[in-house]
């Protein structure tokens, strides 16, 4: 995911429905230590500043232009294999955190840099002024798991509140998820990178049948390397993927995979069905008076498998 063509086509479909707004080339990284100081401070009381910290899984900042009109954005993902069930508090740690952060920084600023303005009595003990913006963060969770995320979706689903009165004065914090099992063939077509390949090997790595009419339906589904390995260890796919950089024909790898099974199958069919054969063909031989010896003979096995063959009967 911090590849940012890849990052860039999550939060495309996300938000935009797969269309190309949020461009790769304008993504910046940033660092995912989310670190905050309480930032509201009174220092006429002398209180000692703790930080909280924070690990994200890939933040990034970037400018999208809508209308000539341009929003400055920080744009994070949480990756999840298995469901998280406490993900709307995790995340909203996360984001107040970051807003938490960006006001320390700017209150730091104006300390460091003073303008020569008089501020009033607020602005000076918050170390926020009146005309300063933060910029709004989106939190993007992407499960990489094949089962149903059965987990809640917004804090309100984590609690066993329902007085509607009091709800009106708890604050809801949902979270924005992309699912590979509650994503159609209409969903996977909005993605643009192999990120949408990914999620639909995951979707239907459950049903043989399923992923093979996937496969057929996709002819050839290119990807890097990164890419393969996330599918080949997120499924269990014995498939061979090369160490470093480079590209797979992830349709053709499996096809061989499934093909060299299919084969594996038919020549342990053909060996079991000879085995059970040469078992019979042994026990007639015993049952007409014929000796161990002889039977061992004809059957170019072992006396003690007849021996094996014929308690096995008894």
């Known amino acids: 995911m911090r590849g940012n063509?890849?990052?860039?086509?999550?939060?495309?479909?996300?938000?935009?429905?797969?269309?190309?707004?949020?461009?790769?080339?304008?993504?910046?990284?940033?660092?995912?230590?989310?670190?905050?100081?309480?930032?509201?401070l009174d220092e006429e009381e002398n209180t000692t500043e703790e930080a909280v910290q924070k690990y994200r899984d890939v933040l990034k900042s970037t400018v999208i232009m809508q209308d000539a009109k341009a929003s400055y954005i920080l744009l994070g993902v949480e990756n999840q294999t298995d469901v998280h069930y406490a993900m709307p508090v995790r995340n909203i740690i996360y984001d107040a955190l970051q807003y938490g952060k960006q006001v320390s920084e700017v209150a730091k600023k104006h300390k460091n840099q003073s303008d020569g303005k008089r501020h009033n009595r607020g602005e000076y003990l918050s170390g926020f002024y009146k005309e300063d913006r933060i910029r709004p963060v989106i939190t993007l969770v992407i499960h990489f798991g094949a089962n149903k995320w059965d987990g809640p979706l917004s804090l309100y689903e984590m609690m066993d509140l329902e007085d509607e009165k009091l709800l009106e004065f708890v604050q809801d914090y949902r979270i924005f998820l992309i699912d590979p099992y509650k994503l159609t063939d209409n969903d996977l077509e909005k993605?643009?990178?192999?990120?949408?390949?990914?999620?639909?090997?995951?979707?239907?790595?459950?049903?043989?049948?399923?992923?093979?009419?996937?496969?057929?339906?996709?002819?050839?589904?290119?990807?890097?390397?990164?890419?393969?390995?996330v599918i080949r260890d997120i499924t269990n796919t014995p498939i061979y993927v090369p160490d470093g950089k480079g590209e797979i024909d992830m349709c053709k790898a499996v096809k061989d995979l499934m093909d060299e099974s299919k084969?594996?199958?038919?020549?342990?069919?053909?060996?079991?069905?000879?085995?059970?054969?040469?078992?019979?063909?042994?026990?007639?031989?015993?049952?007409?008076?014929?000796s161990i010896e002889k039977i061992a003979e004809t059957a170019e096995v072992s006396i003690n498998q007849v021996k094996e063959w014929i308690n096995s009967t008894v």
């Open 5 to 40: 063509k890849v990052f860039a086509d999550a939060f495309n479909y996300l938000i935009y429905g797969g269309e190309q707004v949020v461009k790769p080339a304008l993504l910046q990284e940033l660092d995912t230590t989310e670190i905050a100081i309480p930032f509201a």
């Open 191 to 229: 993605f643009s990178s192999s990120l949408g390949d990914v999620l639909g090997y995951i979707k239907y790595s459950k049903d043989k049948n399923a992923l093979l009419k996937f496969l057929n339906d996709s002819q050839v589904m290119i990807m890097d390397n990164d890419a393969a390995r």
């Open 263 to 290: 084969t594996e199958g038919i020549a342990e069919g053909i060996a079991e069905g000879i085995a059970e054969g040469i078992k019979k063909m042994a026990l007639k031989m015993y049952k007409n008076g014929d």
